[in-house]
């Protein structure tokens, strides 16, 4: 099974007879319910499968392919994409890197036969800081008693098993939490009680459940890993979803440029298109660039899974805060293009409101934007003095988008500190082999003398600035170092990919990650405004090509 064939299962989203086209979807959030002809659709295109590795039986074996199945879900529904699968895997990709072979086995059978693991880390009163948890586990003869609560965890209800994160050591410190697999029929029914369910304004389809525990016996085989791992294992499995998560949310942002295109082609406003006034065009052509950004980024982030996975535990952060800022900044401009239409529940744009609502979350789900600077704060003076001044640079393959992979292995997933930083290591020689005149030449050398002042700033953090205490400045850079990163990933991709990838769009996306930046612009204003017609010619003649405005650009029903 493969994306195309996803696709088209999925049919034309503005059919209104289609199950699963927009106005069935915007019906099943009105009620606040999953679309039910949508599960059953994905049950028969077997999409659990994707979330299970192949030695198990399933289909996981590369990192961007399956990020293009979720992507190609997501565009048409993201509370489908959560509700019926992602959630499954944030749960299991703990059991595929820590689990027994038994503990997967039984994973990977509860998935392929259609059925859900609920990832049960979440407490209200801590967030995304899971050192604190406060759901305990404690040991007992034959296995453990789990007491506390756990709250706003997908399809916690609908789950036939949930991963759980709990407190098993009173003690200070990163080993005082372990995780679970546990299979709701083995809790005792009177240790165990449902929380109502948390209504939200996005995702609204999505079940989010909790559950008290007063008391319930665990087995002693539900232990994942050993005891006090608990927050090692997170560390490890979630580089991958958190990888994964930012090549996915290009999935929305390309539905809702879609509808901010064709709005703008068809609505009339003074004497003429909606998409002739100037700053019309301008912004349809930076939330353009934008996607083509995030799309890049994200591709070589999922490249470094397979290829340098020591590098992770800086890379998947780094694009989970940066692509989530970028795609919530182009909803918002887009909903300048829309106006009053991408507030309204009904009609022809409708879905633009709910996809706007769903992306909401991005910048705190799984993980919080500010929680991601904080893993990275502690990187940045080793990086400043050890890689950057190297610059050792990553194999020019890590860019050849599509190219070979060897397969996915988690067990290379390791927290702590990366030995180096191949991509904008790989700045010097791309920045030596672009012509200076060209604009990607000054691009690269604006880059490059960017990093240059980022490491002398890095190198000079003092040693609270690299704990969640920082000051605003050193919260900054980590901010810089992210859009650094993902600048010289589009250039490393544009390098790399030849006549695969327009030559003429990539200064207009350059021009906006290095407007993120500061400083004086590297292009002239005619410079800039050629670059903007490009992507928005681009993104009209796909709009009516019925093509993806990612990088694939293939073509897509409806």
């Known amino acids: 099974m493969s994306a195309e064939e996803l696709d088209a299962l999925l049919g034309d989203p503005h059919d209104d007879a289609n ?76 059991v595929w890197t820590a689990g027994t072979p038994e503990q997967r086995k039984q994973a990977a059978a509860i998935l392929l036969s259609g059925g859900r693991i609920a990832a049960a880390f979440h407490e209200l009163d801590h967030g995304n800081d899971f050192a604190h948890a406060d759901c305990s586990a404690a040991r007992t003869d034959d296995g453990w008693l789990l007491t506390g609560r756990k709250e706003i965890v997908t399809n916690l209800r609908r789950a ?89 949310i290009v999935g929305p942002l390309d539905s809702a440029l879609r509808l901010a295109v064709g709005y703008a082609l068809d609505r009339r406003l003074y004497g003429g298109a909606a998409a002739d006034l100037p700053y019309v065009r301008a912004v349809l052509a930076r939330a353009q660039a934008d996607l083509l950004a995030v799309d890049a980024f994200s591709a070589v982030v999922l490249r470094a899974l397979h290829l340098a996975p020591e590098s992770m535990g800086v890379y998947a952060p780094a694009a989970k805060y940066l692509t989530s800022r970028i795609v919530l900044d182009a909803f918002e401009d887009l909903r300048s293009v829309l106006g009053a239409q991408s507030y309204l529940r009904e009609g022809r744009y409708a879905m633009f409101q709910k996809l706007a609502r769903d992306i909401a979350p991005a910048t705190f789900a799984h993980v919080s934007r500010a929680a991601c600077q904080v893993t990275l704060l502690p990187q940045l003076p080793r990086l400043a003095r050890r890689s950057w001044p190297a610059g050792q640079a990553a194999d020019p393959s890590l860019f050849d988008l599509g190219g070979p992979l060897p397969p996915l292995d988690l ?148």
């Open 19 to 94: 199950p699963v086209g927009h106005a069935a979807l915007l019906a099943a959030d009105e009620r606040r319910e999953m679309p039910a002809d949508g599960e059953r659709l994905l049950d028969a295109y077997g999409m659990n499968a994707e979330f299970v590795p192949a030695g198990y039986g399933g289909r996981l074996t590369r990192a961007d392919r399956l990020a293009d199945v979720q992507r190609t879900l997501w565009r048409r529904d993201p509370s489908l994409g959560l509700g019926h699968g992602f959630s499954s895997l944030l749960a299991s990709v703990n």
């Open 160 to 248: 036939d098993a949930m991963v759980l994160f709990a407190r098993t050591s009173r003690a200070a410190g990163s080993r005082s939490h372990s995780q679970f697999l546990v299979t709701r029929d083995e809790l005792p029914a009177d240790r165990i009680h449902d929380l109502p369910r948390f209504p939200s304004s996005g995702m609204r389809g999505v079940q989010l459940g909790g559950l008290r525990f007063t008391d319930c016996p665990v087995p002693a085989d539900a232990l994942l890993g050993r005891p006090g791992e608990g927050m090692e294992i997170a560390l490890r499995s979630y580089q991958l979803t958190r990888s994964v998560f930012p090549a996915v």
């Open 411 to 558: 067990g290379h997933l390791v927290p702590g500190v990366p030995p180096g930083d191949g991509v904008l290591g790989a700045l010097a020689g791309i920045a030596g082999d672009t012509p200076a005149g060209t604009p990607a030449g000054r691009f690269a050398n604006r880059l490059r003398d960017e990093l240059g002042r980022l490491g002398e700033r890095c190198a000079a953090l003092s040693p609270k600035d690299t704990t969640i205490g920082a000051s605003p400045a050193a919260f900054a850079l980590a901010d810089r170092y992210t859009v650094l990163l993902a600048a010289v990933a589009v250039l490393g991709v544009w390098h790399t990919g030849g006549d695969r990838h327009p030559a003429a769009l990539l200064p207009g996306v350059l021009d906006r990650l290095c407007q993120r930046l500061g400083g004086p612009p590297v292009l002239t204003e005619a410079e800039r405004e050629e670059a903007e017609q490009h992507l928005f010619d681009t993104a009209v003649r796909r709009y009516r090509e019925s093509r993806l405005f990612d990088l694939s650009a293939r073509h897509v029903p409806g």
